[in-house]
Every structure is written in structure tokens, then in C-alpha cells.
């Protein structure tokens, strides 16, 4: 049996060869018969086109040279012709030689004869416009002409590129009358040997297409003897069977049919111990194990089967040699794995590890939650590193401080284990979630805290652990659990110190069972690089916890502690901070003067520290504009002015954020009037419930948000009935949900509508239990007020005539509408104040002067008149005759102040009801002296 003469056609020769033929020419040139080939057929190529280009450049050469003969003998003919010379030196030389020139020209096949004098002048030209003009060509060549010198040159004539050929005409007596020029064209050579191409590229063809069939045959035959291999498979062939039989470290038998061994490597006759005359005999003359016997000699397929050798394990692969048409068979690789089995075992837990290690790095960061933190390092290393684990941290780190030594309450945050009730890898029976960690000084865990290193408990038995609880010690480490250590099979432990940055956080305990190999030196890296892991992220959660609880207090802080109490409406707020962190939204709730209520909702970009403080900053602006009782579209231009000032001063701070983008609406509900007027400043409309239960969101126009300026806030008035339900809210209350502007608002219309019956605090719940997202990305603020209108018994207007002594009647009837709603015990510090309000309103102030009582929690004056003048407050000296009547209404009034309207003004001033305000002896005096004053007299110059 020959290798080289098999080896192509059997094992993965084979597919391989197969391979190279199914890519057609590709793969034949590749053989030595296809690179013959493709070698004969370039020559051969080569050889044609050359002998095609020769021929076509001799042809030329050829025609330029038949060119200038043809057109030199035309010239001299036309030049010697009887005739010629007596007609040029007549006065019409034109006239008698024109029609013999062009006799030659047509009769010689030339393109162009020409004759012309001494002067240089054309007396005849095929183009009858060029005769009369000079002849062109090269200088130096029209000077020879010209000079009777026979010429014969190519150039560019009149008719382009020609072959030119110039005799000289002379007289009898020798002198030069003139010449005759013929041209012929060069393009007129070159179509004749056009008109030769194609029997010259047909004769080529041929020739190319009869070498081109004598070279395949001779491939063809090439390719049969060398079976189609390349020359560099073939020589790789031979360098292959001498690798193959000397030098790879796997073991190679070629076995016949018959079982008798063909060919054996020298790796194989190592491995199986064989003798030098091994080759030829029968496989089971060779001595070798019978089951190994028994597999060669079958020529069954087999692929890595482990069979004993010796004492070696030798891993077979089987394959028959005449699937792909070679002898029949088989040929056989050993592989000595002894070696390989113990090392397996090793790689198969490094890499084990490696991927714990992979999944607590992804895992264990993946939250910044304390308890959370601690859990997945329990579900990371249950049971793959440990079969009990549980995580105990110090008591400052749960509160978001940095622990100092000694380091002495330890809270067990996350425990685990097999074997616990009900399959849960994240619990165990010995421990509880919460519960303090209690060690004895001699446990290792104590040790551990002290040292700051881990400590590896390999091994303890029952006895030993028996005898150390006796002894008041604690082997197994399980603290007050350790008498029920030994009923758990507890056996090794490894406890480490959670430290980051040299401060220890906590401890990480690793317990294995009898189910499992006790804990070795080796496993204490792994647990270390948990616990380091898991101390890292311990230490990020308990800085955010802290700040985060820091941020969430100033943000509840920022926020209104209570609603404070007013007539208007019937309001119900929210606040939700975000699962990540506490943003800018907020509410608030103002009381204004004549029954009128401030609802504001505003929302500030980002998290954290700084969104809560622009939050506290923008809600104090609110408050402070509204104490100037403006309307909501200057409210927002005067907080836009802010926003923009405060933005200016974050440009000398590289590390400032801006407020440029808070969203603000400001709404005033007068519950007189059932008025809502509503201003937004980039921020959601609200959406309205009425009585009926419908569901509606009002065209409130929507201006930019505040700080980017440019564009006036503009107002909506909206009349709302009484029982009317107003929902404002921001945008994290709709996140999760499709972000455009109809379909956004429909789950919260849904909710609304499925509840048009709840009072505000029922409607806030709602909310929150259907609308908020699952997964809460941004905090909400959400205020739900139902409105009130002041019942038209409880009002009461007067027009005021612009006569002093109106005052009194006016002041009276005030007095028995007072009387008249049961008030009577305010009766006297209400006359003063009112007679005061109208008497500084026809004083100082335009007509019209209006009254108006306000019966609510509170008794309210309103005398408004047609001025912009607004009064000061003042205190009056002992020898001034007025001036106190507004301190007086300050005293007896719970609050005063002035609003303007687009008419003129509003001086207000509110009374509680219930009782007269506080007086001190000397301002009461007065106001009794000055009471008596006006019930005599009844004249309001007196105040």
C-alpha cells in the first residue's frame, strides 16, 4: 500500500480536494495541470498578440512608405507634364491647370495636388477657396519649396495630418517657376489597414483558439497523473507523512481490512509499547488491552472514547479510510490524556470561578439600595461558592455614616442558603432578616473585626465544636445559632471584613456543609474579592443613602408643611420623589385677599441637591410675588426675570447648574366670582372635572419655560361651577406613558372619568395607584383642589358717592348688614374700618369708590376706586391732627394691604371673626375717642 498514492483520496485529503474541484477554474489552477495550463495559454496568448501588433505596425510602415513614393511620383509627374510650365508663367495659370490637377489627383487616388508659384501662391487646391493663398507646412519646409527643393515630409497640411511630397517647376532655363505639391492623408493610410484588421485578428483567433485545445489536452493528462493537486499540496504531502509518522505528539495506525497493521507512527509505537516488526502483522498479535483490541479490529467510527493502556488512558478516534473511494479499512489516532483528567477538573472550577467572579462585578453594583447590595452578593455566591451566606453591616452604615472603631452592633441585612424552607437561596431557618449579630469574643468573626483580614475555618467536626461550646467558645461561627450548627452539617467557614478605604463596613460569612469539600486556602481569594466587591458598593449606597436622605429631607422641607386654611377651595396634595433620587417639582397653596386662593405647580430639571434648593428658591419667589397680589401673567414674567438673573450668575461658577427650563402654572381661583385665571410657563395644562363628572382638559396657552425670556405670558379665564374639580400635577406623573400631547393625557382622563364622584383627597390616590408609572424615573407633584363659591348671601356691595358726608349712611348700612349676619361683636371695630377705607378712597382716590363685605372665616373689606395711589402706613406724632386712621385699621384688622386691578385699585383689609384684635391701652383709647367721635357727629374728616 503506497501513502502518497492514497493519501488524496482518503481521510481529510479528500474533502479537501473535492473542495478545491467544486470551485471550478479557480480550483484547477491551483494543480500543477491547471497552473500548465494557465502557464501554455499566456504564452501562447502573448505569442499571438505580439504577432498581431508586428503585423499591424509592419502595415502601417508599409502604407506611409507606399504614401510618399505615390505622392512623390505624382508630384514629379504633374511637374515634368508638357504644359505645366508654359500655362504657370501665362496670366491665367488657374484656368489652365486646374482641370489637369484634378485629372491626377482622381487618377493617382492621392487627396490633394497642388500647384503653386515661386511666391508661394496656390494656383490649383481641390478646396477652390484655399487657391489664391499662400500654401502652409513647417517654415523651414515651405523655404526648401519655395527654393526648387524636392521635398517628402509628413506634417499638418490644409487637409490635416498628410503625407507631402513637393517637386519643383522650372524653366527651360533652369529657374524655378513654381512647384506642385500632392498630400496624402494619413487617415486615409490607416483605413486601408483597418480594412486588413479583421482578416489579421481572424488569423490570430484561430491560432489562439487550435494552441488553446492543445493545451487543455495536454492539462487534462497533467491533471489525471497528478490526481489535481498543486505542486505545494504535493510536497506537503510528503512533509505531512513524515510529521505525522515522527513527530506529532498523537499516535497514528493504519489498519487493512483484515486487521493486519499498515503504518504506524512513531507516537503510537510509544504509547502502546509496540515492537520494531510491528508493521504487517495482525492487530491482535501486538499484545495490547482486549477492549482496545476489540474497537480497532471492529472499524466501527468512534470519537474520543477513553480505553485503558497500560497505565495509561488513551482517548481513540476510529474512522474507515473507504468512504471517499480509497481501500478498504480504517485508520486510528490515540491521545494520551492521563494528564489531561487530572487537569480538567482544575480548569473546569478556575473557570467556575471566573464566572462568579464576572456575574458578582455585573450583580452586585447594580443597585445602590444597602439591603438590596447585600442580597446579591448572597444570591452571586449561594450555592456556587458557599451553601450558607450571610452579610451583617454596622449600625452607622445603615444610617449613612461612616463607622469608627470599635466596631460593636452588627445588623444582619441579607442571609441565605441551601436546604432553606421552601427552596429560597435568599433565607435560612438560622437566621432572621433584621436581627442583631451577637459574637463571642473568641468567634472568628470577632476576630475578623479586629484584625481587619479574613479568617479560614476549614474544618470542624461535631465533637470539636461540641467541646467549644462547652468551653465557651464559638468553631462553627454561627454566634447565638451555634448550638444548631451540627444540625445543619456546618463544617468550614471563612469570614471577611467588608472594609473600603480602611474602614470596615461590616462582615461577609461563608459557610460550607457536609454536602460540600470544606473551604482551603486557595477559596480565601475568592471571598475576598466578593467581599471587596461587595464592600465597594456597600460604601456607594451608604453615601447615598445619606445624601439622599439629606436631599429628601431639604426637599420636604421646601415643601409646604401643612395647607393652610382658606374658604376658596378644598385642596389635597402629593408628593412622590423619584426611585433614584429627589427632583425639582413642587406645590404650594396662597391665600390671597377677597376669597381668592393661589394654586401653583412648578417642576425644576434634574436631581438631587441642587433641584431641590432652585425648588426652595422659586417657591420662596412665588410666595413673595404673590404677596403683591399680581396677575399670573406678571407673576411669571417677574419670576422668568429671576430665573434668567440667577442663570447669569451660574456663568462665574464652572460647576453651577442652570435653571433655564423650570416649568411654572400659576392659577388664582375667586371663589365670589367662580373665576379661575391660569398662566403656564411651559408646564402641563390642567385638567378639569366638573360636577357632572366630565372630563376635560382647558386650551390654556402655553408659554416658554422660565428663564429663556423673548415672549409674553399670556392668561386663561376659566368659570368654574361650584363642586368643579381642578388637577395639576407635573410630568412625572404621566411618564411610562406616550409622550404626545393628546394621547399622553389619556390614562389620567380614563382615571378621572372612572371616578367622578371622590372629594380631592380620594382623587390624589387614585392617581397614584392607576396613572403613576410602575417604574417611577422622576418625582410628582400633584395638587387637586374642588372649588367653592361664596354664597351671594354672604356679599354684600355698596356704590359709594363721591360726597364725604356719604360716608356715614354708607357706614351704617355696612353696620346692619353685619348686624344681620349675627356678628355683632364686630360690629364696632368694623365701622371703624370701613369708615376709614372710604374716607381715605374720597380723599385721595378716582372715581367710581365701591364697598364690599366678604362674610367667610373671616370678615373682609374692600373699598376700590379708580386711582393707582397706594396708602402708607405711618405713625402719627401727639400734636398731628390725622394720619392714624391706618394704624388704627391695622390694629383692629388681622391684615390689610392693597391689589391692583386694570380699573385702579383694591384696599382690603380682613377681620377675624370670633373676637376683636389685641389693643394696647393707648391705641385703644384713641379708638374709642374717635368712635364716639364719628357715632355723634358722623363726619369721616374726623379720622
Not at 478545491?20 to 498578440?49: E, M
Amino acid at each position: 500500500m503506497s501513502w502518497r498514492r492514497h493519501r488524496p483520496r482518503s481521510g481529510s485529503e479528500a474533502p479537501l480536494t473535492s473542495r478545491w474541484r467544486r470551485l471550478g477554474p479557480l480550483s484547477r489552477a491551483r494543480s500543477v495541470a491547471g497552473q500548465v495550463f494557465i502557464l501554455q495559454l499566456l504564452l501562447v496568448l502573448l505569442l499571438v498578440v505580439g504577432a498581431v501588433v508586428g503585423l499591424a505596425l509592419q502595415a502601417r510602415s508599409q502604407g506611409m512608405t507606399d504614401a510618399r513614393r505615390r505622392s512623390l511620383a505624382v508630384a514629379g509627374t504633374m511637374a515634368n507634364a508638357p504644359g505645366v510650365a508654359q500655362a504657370m508663367a501665362s496670366n491665367h495659370p488657374t484656368a489652365l491647370l486646374r482641370d489637369s490637377a484634378e485629372a491626377a489627383r482622381k487618377g493617382s487616388g492621392v487627396d490633394s495636388v497642388v500647384v503653386f508659384d515661386r511666391r508661394g501662391l496656390r494656383l490649383t487646391h481641390p478646396d477652390t477657396t484655399l487657391i489664391g493663398k499662400r500654401i502652409i507646412g513647417p517654415a523651414k519646409l515651405v523655404r526648401e519649396e519655395l527654393a526648387g527643393k524636392t521635398i517628402s515630409e509628413t506634417f499638418h497640411a490644409s487637409q490635416g495630418l498628410s503625407v507631402v511630397s513637393a517637386v519643383p517647376v522650372l524653366k527651360p532655363d533652369g529657374s524655378v517657376l513654381g512647384g506642385v505639391s500632392v498630400g496624402v492623408k494619413v487617415e486615409s493610410v490607416n483605413s486601408v489597414m483597418t480594412q486588413r484588421l479583421p482578416l489579421l485578428l481572424g488569423s490570430a483567433t484561430g491560432a489562439l483558439a487550435l494552441t488553446t485545445g492543445g493545451t487543455a489536452l495536454i492539462s487534462r493528462r497533467v491533471r489525471r497523473q497528478t490526481h489535481g493537486l498543486g505542486a505545494t499540496e504535493m510536497t506537503r504531502m510528503y512533509e505531512h507523512h513524515d510529521a505525522v509518522l515522527h513527530s506529532v505528539r498523537e499516535g497514528v495506525l493504519v489498519l487493512a481490512a483484515d486487521g493486519r497493521l499498515l503504518l504506524v507512527n512513531s507516537e503510537a509505537r510509544a504509547l502502546l509499547g509496540l515492537a520494531p516488526d510491528a508493521e504487517g502483522r495482525h492487530i491482535a498479535e501486538l499484545g495490547l488491552e482486549p477492549q482496545l483490541t476489540e474497537l480497532l479490529v471492529s472499524g466501527r467510527s468512534v470519537t474520543d472514547e477513553v480505553y485503558p493502556c497500560g497505565n495509561r488512558l488513551l482517548a481513540v478516534n476510529l474512522r474507515p479510510t473507504d468512504r471517499s473511494g480509497g481501500p478498504a479499512g480504517s485508520v486510528a489516532t490515540l491521545r494520551d490524556t492521563t494528564e489531561l483528567q487530572a487537569l480538567s477538573g482544575r480548569a473546569a472550577a478556575a473557570r467556575e470561578r471566573l464566572e462568579l467572579l464576572y456575574d458578582a462585578g455585573v450583580r452586585i453594583g447594580s443597585t445602590l439600595e444597602l439591603t438590596e447590595t447585600t442580597e446579591k452578593l448572597v444570591e452571586v455566591a449561594v450555592p456556587r461558592f458557599a451553601d450558607i451566606v450571610t452579610v451583617e453591616l454596622l449600625d452607622p452604615v445603615l444610617q449613612g455614616e461612616e463607622p469608627e472603631p470599635p466596631y460593636e452592633v452588627l445588623h444582619r441585612t441579607a442571609m441565605g442558603g441551601e436546604g432553606s424552607e421552601g427552596g429560597d437561596t435568599t433565607a435560612h431557618p438560622l437566621f432572621r432578616p433584621g436581627e442583631r449579630a451577637v459574637y463571642r469574643p473568641t468567634a472568628p468573626q470577632s476576630q475578623a473585626l479586629r484584625t481587619g483580614h479574613a479568617v479560614l475555618q476549614a474544618a470542624v467536626s461535631d465533637q470539636t465544636a461540641g467541646d467549644d461550646q462547652t468551653a465557651g467558645g464559638d468553631a462553627t461561627g454561627l454566634g447565638a445559632h451555634a448550638e444548631h450548627g451540627p444540625d445543619h452539617g456546618v463544617q468550614s467557614l471563612i469570614t471577611v471584613p467588608l472594609r473600603y478605604r480602611g474602614v470596615t463596613l461590616g462582615l461577609a460569612n461563608f459557610w460550607r456543609t457536609r454536602r460540600s469539600e470544606p473551604f482551603e486556602e486557595e477559596d480565601l481569594a475568592i471571598a475576598g474579592e466578593l467581599s471587596g466587591r461587595t464592600a465597594i458598593c456597600v460604601d456607594n449606597a451608604r453615601r447615598y443613602a445619606r445624601e439622599h436622605a439629606m436631599v429628601t429631607t431639604l426637599q420636604r422641607n421646601l415643601l409646604p408643611g401643612s395647607l393652610p386654611e382658606q374658604d376658596a377651595t378644598e385642596v389635597a396634595t402629593r408628593y412622590l420623589p423619584a426611585q433614584g433620587g429627589t427632583s425639582g417639582s413642587w406645590f404650594d397653596v396662597i391665600p390671597l385677599p377677597g376669597h381668592r386662593v393661589a394654586l401653583v405647580v412648578g417642576k425644576v430639571a434634574g436631581q438631587g441637591l441642587h433641584a431641590a434648593a432652585t425648588m426652595g428658591r422659586l417657591r420662596i419667589a412665588v410666595q413673595n410675588f404673590s404677596a403683591l397680589d399680581l396677575p399670573p401673567d406678571e407673576l411669571l414674567s417677574l419670576l422668568d426675570e429671576l430665573v434668567a438673573r440667577l442663570d447669569l450668575e451660574q456663568d462665574t461658577d464652572p460647576d453651577g447648574a442652570r435653571i433655564t427650563g423650570a416649568t411654572c402654572l400659576y392659577a388664582i381661583y375667586d371663589s365670589v366670582r367662580g373665576l379661575c385665571t391660569v398662566a403656564r410657563a411651559g408646564h402641563p395644562a390642567p385638567v378639569l372635572i366638573g360636577p357632572d363628572g366630565t372630563v376635560h382638559t382647558p386650551a390654556v396657552p402655553v408659554s416658554p419655560p422660565l428663564g429663556l425670556g423673548g415672549e409674553p405670558f399670556e392668561v386663561a379665564e376659566l368659570p368654574l361651577a361650584e363642586g368643579t374639580r381642578l388637577v395639576l400635577y407635573t410630568n412625572g406623573l404621566l411618564d411610562g406613558h406616550d409622550g404626545a400631547p393628546d394621547t399622553g393625557l389619556d390614562p389620567l382622563r380614563r382615571a378621572l372619568a372612572d371616578s367622578p364622584d371622590l372629594g380631592p383627597e380620594e382623587t390624589c390616590q387614585t392617581l397614584l395607584d392607576t396613572v403613576r408609572p410602575a417604574r417611577q424615573s422622576d418625582d410628582i407633584a400633584l395638587l387637586v383642589a374642588r372649588t367653592r363659591v361664596l354664597d351671594p348671601k354672604d356679599v354684600a356691595e355698596w356704590e359709594v358717592p363721591l360726597d364725604p358726608a356719604a360716608v356715614a349712611p354708607i357706614r351704617a348700612a355696612a353696620a346692619q348688614q353685619i348686624r344681620s349676619w349675627g356678628l355683632e361683636e364686630a360690629d364696632f371695630a368694623a365701622e371703624l374700618i370701613i369708615s376709614e377705607l372710604i374716607t381715605n378712597a374720597l380723599r385721595y382716590g378716582a372715581p367710581p369708590v365701591r364697598l364690599r363685605l366678604l362674610r367667610g372665616r373671616d370678615l373682609t373689606f374692600e373699598v376700590s376706586d379708580g386711582s393707582s395711589t397706594s396708602p402708607h402706613l405711618r405713625r402719627a406724632r401727639a400734636t398731628d391732627e390725622g394720619g392714624r386712621g391706618l394704624f388704627l385699621v391695622s390694629q383692629f384688622a388681622q391684615r390689610w394691604g392693597t391689589r391692583y386691578t386694570a380699573d385702579g385699585k383694591v384696599i382690603w383689609a380682613e377681620q377675624a371673626l370670633g373676637g376683636t384684635a389685641a389693643l394696647d391701652d393707648g391705641a385703644l383709647g384713641l379708638a374709642l375717642g374717635l368712635g364716639d367721635s364719628l357715632v355723634d357727629q358722623g363726619d369721616p374728616s374726623a379720622l
